[in-house]
Protein backbone atom coordinates (compact mmCIF):
# COMPACT_ATOMS: atom_id res chain seq x y z
CA UNK A 1 0.00 0.00 0.00
CA UNK A 2 1.38 3.47 -0.67
CA UNK A 3 1.22 6.48 2.00
CA UNK A 4 -2.00 8.05 1.94
CA UNK A 5 -3.94 5.65 0.30
CA UNK A 6 -7.24 4.49 2.33
CA UNK A 7 -6.90 1.39 4.06
CA UNK A 8 -9.24 -1.02 2.84
CA UNK A 9 -11.88 -1.54 5.22
CA UNK A 10 -11.68 -5.40 6.04
CA UNK A 11 -14.62 -7.26 7.52
CA UNK A 12 -12.42 -10.02 9.27
CA UNK A 13 -13.03 -12.97 12.13
CA UNK A 14 -11.07 -12.25 15.36
CA UNK A 15 -10.81 -13.31 18.53
CA UNK A 16 -13.82 -11.33 19.88
CA UNK A 17 -15.97 -11.94 16.88
CA UNK A 18 -16.71 -10.42 13.19
CA UNK A 19 -15.00 -6.79 12.64
CA UNK A 20 -14.93 -4.07 10.63
CA UNK A 21 -11.59 -2.27 10.60
CA UNK A 22 -13.23 0.74 10.05
CA UNK A 23 -16.01 0.75 12.59
CA UNK A 24 -13.31 -0.78 15.07
CA UNK A 25 -10.99 2.09 14.78
CA UNK A 26 -13.73 4.54 14.98
CA UNK A 27 -12.57 8.13 14.78
CA UNK A 28 -9.37 7.81 16.22
CA UNK A 29 -6.12 6.00 15.17
CA UNK A 30 -5.41 2.38 14.30
CA UNK A 31 -2.59 0.34 14.36
CA UNK A 32 -2.61 -3.44 12.21
CA UNK A 33 0.54 -5.08 12.95
CA UNK A 34 1.05 -8.82 11.55
CA UNK A 35 2.97 -12.27 13.14
CA UNK A 36 4.43 -15.02 11.53
CA UNK A 37 2.70 -17.28 13.50
CA UNK A 38 0.54 -18.52 16.76
CA UNK A 39 3.04 -19.86 19.42
CA UNK A 40 6.64 -18.24 18.11
CA UNK A 41 8.44 -16.72 20.58
CA UNK A 42 9.46 -13.32 19.07
CA UNK A 43 5.72 -13.15 18.35
CA UNK A 44 4.87 -13.65 21.82
CA UNK A 45 7.06 -11.23 23.01
CA UNK A 46 5.86 -8.35 20.86
CA UNK A 47 1.79 -9.16 21.39
CA UNK A 48 2.89 -9.24 25.32
CA UNK A 49 4.54 -5.87 25.10
CA UNK A 50 1.80 -4.60 22.97
CA UNK A 51 -0.27 -5.41 26.11
CA UNK A 52 2.24 -4.20 28.71
CA UNK A 53 2.35 -0.56 26.36
CA UNK A 54 -2.28 -0.62 26.07
CA UNK A 55 -1.90 2.50 28.41
CA UNK A 56 0.16 4.36 26.28
CA UNK A 57 -1.27 3.53 23.20
CA UNK A 58 -4.48 4.43 24.78
CA UNK A 59 -3.44 8.03 26.04
CA UNK A 60 -2.70 8.73 22.29
CA UNK A 61 -6.42 7.32 21.18
CA UNK A 62 -4.92 4.33 19.45
CA UNK A 63 -6.55 1.18 18.64
CA UNK A 64 -4.60 -1.94 18.24
CA UNK A 65 -5.25 -5.06 15.81
CA UNK A 66 -3.04 -8.21 15.33
CA UNK A 67 -2.69 -10.35 13.05
CA UNK A 68 -1.43 -14.27 12.83
CA UNK A 69 -1.95 -16.87 9.58
CA UNK A 70 -4.20 -19.07 12.72
CA UNK A 71 -7.24 -19.41 13.75
CA UNK A 72 -9.37 -18.02 16.49
CA UNK A 73 -9.24 -21.34 18.47
CA UNK A 74 -5.57 -21.12 18.10
CA UNK A 75 -5.31 -17.58 18.72
CA UNK A 76 -7.52 -17.86 21.95
CA UNK A 77 -5.29 -20.76 23.41
CA UNK A 78 -1.94 -19.18 22.46
CA UNK A 79 -3.48 -15.47 24.04
CA UNK A 80 -3.27 -17.79 27.19
CA UNK A 81 0.51 -17.60 27.33
CA UNK A 82 0.65 -14.15 25.81
CA UNK A 83 -1.46 -13.42 28.78
CA UNK A 84 0.96 -15.04 31.56
CA UNK A 85 3.76 -13.45 30.22
CA UNK A 86 2.36 -10.01 29.75
CA UNK A 87 0.89 -10.16 33.29
CA UNK A 88 -2.29 -11.34 32.97
CA UNK A 89 -3.95 -9.10 30.71
CA UNK A 90 -5.09 -8.95 26.82
CA UNK A 91 -6.81 -6.50 25.60
CA UNK A 92 -7.09 -6.39 22.04
CA UNK A 93 -7.98 -8.61 18.97
CA UNK A 94 -6.44 -10.80 16.73
CA UNK A 95 -7.47 -11.53 13.04
CA UNK A 96 -7.95 -14.71 11.96
CA UNK A 97 -6.16 -15.33 8.31
CA UNK A 98 -5.47 -18.99 7.98
CA UNK A 99 -6.23 -17.91 4.29
CA UNK A 100 -3.82 -15.64 3.88
CA UNK A 101 -5.77 -13.51 2.01
CA UNK A 102 -4.66 -10.50 4.12
CA UNK A 103 -1.05 -11.22 3.84
CA UNK A 104 -1.26 -11.56 -0.09
CA UNK A 105 -3.05 -8.69 -0.57
CA UNK A 106 -0.89 -6.31 1.84
CA UNK A 107 2.33 -7.84 0.02
CA UNK A 108 3.26 -9.27 3.95
CA UNK A 109 4.96 -12.72 3.26
CA UNK A 110 8.91 -13.06 4.22
CA UNK A 111 9.75 -15.31 1.34
CA UNK A 112 12.86 -16.65 2.93
CA UNK A 113 11.17 -17.63 6.15
CA UNK A 114 8.69 -20.86 5.39
CA UNK A 115 6.69 -23.06 7.93
CA UNK A 116 6.68 -26.60 8.66
CA UNK A 117 4.66 -27.06 5.45
CA UNK A 118 7.19 -24.81 3.40
CA UNK A 119 4.63 -21.63 3.07
CA UNK A 120 6.79 -18.26 3.18
CA UNK A 121 5.45 -16.91 6.73
CA UNK A 122 4.29 -13.82 6.77
CA UNK A 123 6.61 -10.93 7.71
CA UNK A 124 6.36 -8.33 10.54
CA UNK A 125 4.30 -5.81 8.92
CA UNK A 126 3.01 -2.29 10.66
CA UNK A 127 0.79 0.48 9.30
CA UNK A 128 -0.40 3.24 11.14
CA UNK A 129 -3.88 4.77 9.73
CA UNK A 130 -5.49 8.13 11.05
CA UNK A 131 -9.02 9.12 11.49
CA UNK A 132 -9.40 9.90 8.00
CA UNK A 133 -8.65 6.03 7.54
CA UNK A 134 -5.58 6.79 5.46
CA UNK A 135 -2.27 5.01 6.14
CA UNK A 136 -0.13 7.58 7.03
CA UNK A 137 3.07 5.04 8.10
CA UNK A 138 4.19 1.64 7.27
CA UNK A 139 7.14 -0.52 7.86
CA UNK A 140 8.17 -3.56 7.28
CA UNK A 141 10.43 -6.04 9.38
CA UNK A 142 11.93 -9.82 8.64
CA UNK A 143 10.36 -12.62 10.42
CA UNK A 144 13.42 -13.11 12.41
CA UNK A 145 13.51 -9.55 13.81
CA UNK A 146 11.23 -8.39 16.52
CA UNK A 147 9.61 -4.64 16.61
CA UNK A 148 10.98 -2.15 18.96
CA UNK A 149 7.70 -0.72 20.28
CA UNK A 150 8.66 2.29 21.68
CA UNK A 151 9.68 3.37 18.35
CA UNK A 152 5.96 2.93 17.32
CA UNK A 153 4.61 5.05 20.30
CA UNK A 154 7.62 7.62 18.89
CA UNK A 155 6.06 8.33 15.32
CA UNK A 156 2.49 8.21 16.39
CA UNK A 157 3.58 11.60 18.14
CA UNK A 158 5.33 12.76 15.29
CA UNK A 159 2.13 11.85 13.25
CA UNK A 160 -0.11 13.47 15.73
CA UNK A 161 1.47 16.93 15.86
CA UNK A 162 2.91 17.18 12.22
CA UNK A 163 -0.90 16.76 11.36
CA UNK A 164 -2.28 19.81 12.73
CA UNK A 165 1.17 21.69 13.44
CA UNK A 166 3.11 23.45 10.22
CA UNK A 167 6.20 21.57 11.62
CA UNK A 168 8.54 18.21 10.86
CA UNK A 169 10.29 16.29 13.62
CA UNK A 170 14.34 15.67 13.11
CA UNK A 171 16.17 12.93 13.31
CA UNK A 172 15.82 10.67 16.92
CA UNK A 173 13.17 13.16 17.61
CA UNK A 174 11.54 12.35 21.36
CA UNK A 175 8.16 14.41 22.38
CA UNK A 176 8.68 17.98 23.83
CA UNK A 177 11.94 18.03 21.75
CA UNK A 178 12.83 20.93 19.14
CA UNK A 179 10.91 20.70 15.40
CA UNK A 180 11.89 21.89 12.22
CA UNK A 181 9.60 24.22 10.35
CA UNK A 182 7.76 23.08 7.40
CA UNK A 183 9.74 24.50 3.92
CA UNK A 184 5.95 25.53 2.95
CA UNK A 185 5.87 28.52 5.44
CA UNK A 186 8.05 31.41 4.87
CA UNK A 187 8.90 34.87 5.51
CA UNK A 188 6.36 37.01 8.03
CA UNK A 189 3.92 33.74 8.47
CA UNK A 190 7.01 31.64 9.40
CA UNK A 191 7.47 34.54 12.14
CA UNK A 192 4.13 34.92 13.48
CA UNK A 193 3.81 31.07 14.13
CA UNK A 194 7.06 30.38 15.64
CA UNK A 195 8.06 33.22 17.49
CA UNK A 196 11.15 31.64 19.35
CA UNK A 197 12.48 30.36 15.73
CA UNK A 198 15.76 29.84 15.41
CA UNK A 199 18.54 29.48 11.95
CA UNK A 200 20.87 27.52 11.66
CA UNK A 201 23.54 28.92 10.15
CA UNK A 202 25.66 27.00 7.49
CA UNK A 203 28.39 27.38 4.92
CA UNK A 204 25.24 27.68 1.77
CA UNK A 205 24.08 30.67 3.47
CA UNK A 206 20.68 29.34 3.03
CA UNK A 207 18.15 29.40 5.80
CA UNK A 208 16.16 26.01 5.55
CA UNK A 209 16.99 24.61 8.97
CA UNK A 210 15.01 25.99 11.62
CA UNK A 211 14.09 25.10 14.60
CA UNK A 212 11.09 25.74 16.84
CA UNK A 213 9.82 24.55 20.27
CA UNK A 214 7.60 21.94 19.87
CA UNK A 215 4.07 23.59 19.52
CA UNK A 216 1.22 23.16 21.79
Known amino acids: MKLGATFPDYKVKTTVGDLSLHEYWGE ?3 IFFTHPAD ?10 MVE ?3 EEF ?5 KMIAL ?4 VESHVGWTEDIKKYSGGKFSYPIIDDTSRTLAVELGMLDADEKDAAGLPLTARAVFIVGPDKKLKLSILYPATTGRNFDELLRVIDSLQLTAYKKVATPANWQSGGECMVLPSVTGDAAKELFPDM ?15 PQPQ
Open 28 to 30: GWG
Open 39 to 48: YTPVCTTELA
Open 68 to 71: SCDS
Open 52 to 54: KMA
Open 198 to 212: RVEELPSGKGYMRFT
Open 58 to 62: SKRNV
